[in-house]
């Protein structure tokens, strides 16, 4: 049976949200870690109950209090103007790790590590960072590599040849999906076209919804979603076309938003890595560039819904080749007109 961890995510958040206090920063209880004495401080650029990249932000945090006896506390829907402000504030309270999940605050962690060296930080960036203050961590994302199975998958599937992609914001590590969906369609011999939209915004439903009528309208029976709450849109869009559509997901399993619409997910996970960099930390390396790949991370969920065994079997042959390392994704993060 398939395990539904959008659900999981979403009942584990909700329990722990409603523990807060309901601001803007809610710190946990010590737990107790005086010997290392270490504290650590998430920033997250959305709610903790998206059941998405956030939550899977905050479980992260959680597995490093409860596997390391760290103490933590965090700030949700943080913007990047005023992240700044939001880190200094947890330095001035003796937090001692700051981690920024999203890469929109790496130009401003790197600018706080320099003029806090005592303090740690761990960042997220799309390519890995040279030259870093001795006191970073970077988690190098590399989303691309879980597009590539995408891209296998939705080629796969497409009846019309036109596949669509509709990301957030027009963003490096998005450009880089759209080019490794296109690698993945070329590597395989597959005549299949892929048009990418952007909503500007990576939770607004109502946007995604209309780009992705308009997709359809274009042809596209097939959507890859690269957003957070906004791919309830993608799948009512989905559910309410003329034609079969059929939706690749993204973060978390999301086979409740439309059982017949949903094909697979692109897997994150961000507790294992947070784990092993303060586990670092707290054995003295506190600095590096930690890649997710596809035993650090990243997975497209397995087997498809809505898919032949004849594709299920292609995707499992492919996502094999890529944990082996057989098959090279290129990292090209070239915009895209």
């Not at 650029?45 to 998405?52: E, L, Y």
């Not at 504030?89 to 003029?115: K, M, P, R, S, V």
């Not at 308009?214 to 979603?225: C, K, P, R």
Request: aromatic share 8%.
């Amino acid at each position: 049976m398939r395990k539904n961890i959008f659900l999981i995510l979403l009942s584990v958040v909700l329990i722990f949200a409603l523990s807060a206090c309901g601001g803007a920063s809610a710190p946990a209880e010590e737990t107790g870690n005086g010997e290392a004495g270490l504290r650590l401080a998430a920033i997250f650029p959305g709610t903790i109950t998206d059941a998405d990249y956030n939550s899977l932000g905050y479980l992260g945090i959680t597995t490093v209090e409860s596997d390391l006896g760290v103490e933590i506390a965090y700030s949700e829907t943080v913007a990047v103007p005023d992240v700044d402000r939001v880190m200094r504030e947890y330095i001035d309270d003796n937090y001692n790790i700051i981690f920024t999940h999203g890469g929109q605050f790496f130009t401003q962690t790197l600018e706080l590590a320099a003029e806090f060296p005592e303090v740690n930080f761990i960042a997220e960036a799309d390519a890995a960072a040279e030259d870093l203050p001795p006191n970073v961590w970077v988690m190098v994302r590399n989303m691309e590599r879980g597009a590539y199975g995408a891209g296998v998958v939705a080629g796969m599937l497409t009846e019309t040849g036109t596949i669509g992609y509709i990301g957030g914001l027009t963003l490096p590590f998005s450009y880089a999906e759209v080019h490794a969906m296109e690698q993945a369609l070329a590597d395989n011999g597959m005549d299949v076209t892929v048009v990418p939209v952007w909503a500007g915004d990576f939770n607004d439903p109502a946007k995604a919804r209309e780009l992705t009528d308009t997709l359809i309208s274009e042809g596209a029976d097939v959507i890859v979603s690269s957003l957070n709450l906004g791919t309830l849109g993608v799948f009512e869009a989905a559910k309410n076309a003329s034609s079969e559509v059929l939706v690749i997901a993204k973060y978390t399993d999301k086979s409740e938003a439309g059982e017949d619409q949903y094909v697979t997910s692109m897997l994150y996970d961000f507790a294992g890595p947070l784990t092993d960099m303060v586990s670092s930390i707290e054995s003295g390396e506190t600095s590096g560039n930690y890649h997710l790949g596809f035993d650090t991370g990243i997975t497209l969920q397995l087997p498809l819904a809505n898919a032949s065994d004849e594709v299920n079997s292609f995707a499992e042959d492919v996502m094999a080749q890529l944990a082996a390392g057989d098959i090279e994704v290129e990292k090209n993060s070239e915009p895209i007109e």
